[in-house]
């Protein structure tokens, strides 16, 4: 895996001054970030952390001059009143630091990284460690940051593993933390779901955006009901795609109506007659809360965040 420009390299070397500095941070939920810098004493970046991790305003003088240097060579320098800011986050995951967009997420071509990507992390870790069979071929749909792609890359070193994604931003990104991981087996290409690869997967990897957001950003909107539109559509295209003994893994959350659950019950619909395994859990009842105010979710009870695994057969 390669970077493709001068700013990209400088990014990645940015990315490695910042890793041999100790960097080291765990980014939190859109409305956690925003309290924890609306604080009086968190006005101002004191250290790494909240330059690269809080994206807090900062002075020239508090960075190393070689630090200073990167951010400027990789164009992700932003000028804030006399001060500036990063135009990028690092966070840190599995012994990884990833880069991804600054807070606030607001651009349509953000990429996202948080709570929902350590989930996912730890449903993808989870099932490598229970399945050990082999996975020749591998596919995140919809990669982002690429954490899930990079993730797999690692864990199994002679797999092909590809990242796709509709976000030439979330495809750059992708290259870069690849990069930064020595993920020589990961391979990114632009593709609206698995419309624009060929052939089938062994290990079939999805986060997708679930929420109705009324901007329609590329990370977080996810259409259809109740922003279940998505997931459904890499649902039905992942199935036509696995290998005999392949699996989609795909975690997504659900909007709760009525103490139902109107995911599980399409998937269900749509399993039906096809003979494959399926498993289903629940792996936090309680997300984005804030989102029940009002929009789309007034009459929900919940959003829950979910993992669906499904398997082919051999035969």
């Given at each position: 895996m390669t970077t493709e420009t001068?700013?990209?390299?400088?990014?990645?070397?940015?990315?490695?001054?910042?890793?041999?500095?100790?960097?080291?941070f765990i980014t939190p939920?859109?409305?956690?970030?925003?309290?924890?810098?609306?604080?009086?004493?968190?006005?101002?970046?004191?250290?790494?952390?909240?330059?690269?991790?809080w994206s807090r305003p900062f002075q020239h003088e508090l960075l190393p001059p070689a630090?200073?240097?990167?951010?400027?060579?990789?164009?992700?320098?932003?000028?804030?009143?006399?001060?500036?800011?990063?135009?990028?986050r690092m966070s840190s995951l599995d012994g990884q630091l990833f880069v991804?967009?600054?807070?606030?997420?607001?651009?349509?071509?953000?990429v996202f990284f948080g709570p929902?990507?350590?989930?996912?992390?730890?449903?993808?870790?989870?099932?490598?460690?229970?399945?050990?069979?082999?996975?020749g071929r591998a596919v995140d749909i919809g990669c982002g940051s690429g954490a899930g792609a990079i993730l797999t890359a690692l864990a199994r070193p002679q797999a092909e593993v590809l990242a796709v994604d509709i976000n030439p931003a979330a495809l750059r990104m992708t290259r870069i933390n690849a990069a930064l991981a020595e993920a020589d087996n990961l391979k990114a290409h632009h593709s609206d779901l698995l419309n624009d690869i060929d052939g089938q997967f062994?290990?079939?990897?999805?986060?997708?955006?679930?929420?109705?957001?009324?901007?329609?950003?590329?990370?977080r909107h996810g259409g259809g009901p109740l922003g279940a539109g998505l997931s459904l559509a890499i649902f039905d295209s992942a199935l036509a795609r696995l290998a005999p003994c392949g699996t989609l893994l795909l975690y997504t959350g659900v909007a709760m109506k009525g103490n139902q659950d109107?995911?599980?019950?399409?998937?269900?619909?749509?399993?039906?007659?096809?003979?494959?395994?399926?498993?289903?859990?629940?792996?936090?009842p309680d997300v984005f809360g804030e989102e029940l105010l009002d929009?789309?979710?007034t009459e929900c009870d919940r959003i829950a965040a979910v993992v669906l695994e499904v398997t082919r057969s051999a035969g």
């Open positions: 001068a700013q990209d390299r400088a990014l990645l070397h940015l990315a490695q001054a910042l890793r041999e500095r100790g960097y080291h939920t859109p409305l956690t970030h925003e309290r924890v810098n609306a604080r009086v004493e968190n006005q101002l970046a004191k250290d790494l952390e909240g330059v690269f991790g630090i200073f240097s990167l951010m400027d060579q990789a164009g992700v320098l932003a000028p804030s009143d006399s001060r500036w800011r990063s135009r990028v991804h967009s600054a807070h606030p997420t607001d651009a349509a071509d953000a929902d990507t350590y989930r996912f992390a730890n449903a993808i870790l989870a099932h490598l460690n229970n399945h050990k069979g082999q996975i062994d290990l079939i990897l999805a986060n997708p955006p679930y929420l109705v957001d009324p901007d329609e950003r590329a990370y109107p995911f599980r019950r399409e998937i269900e619909q749509r399993l039906e007659g096809h003979g494959l395994e399926w498993r289903y859990r629940e792996v936090d929009g789309a979710y």
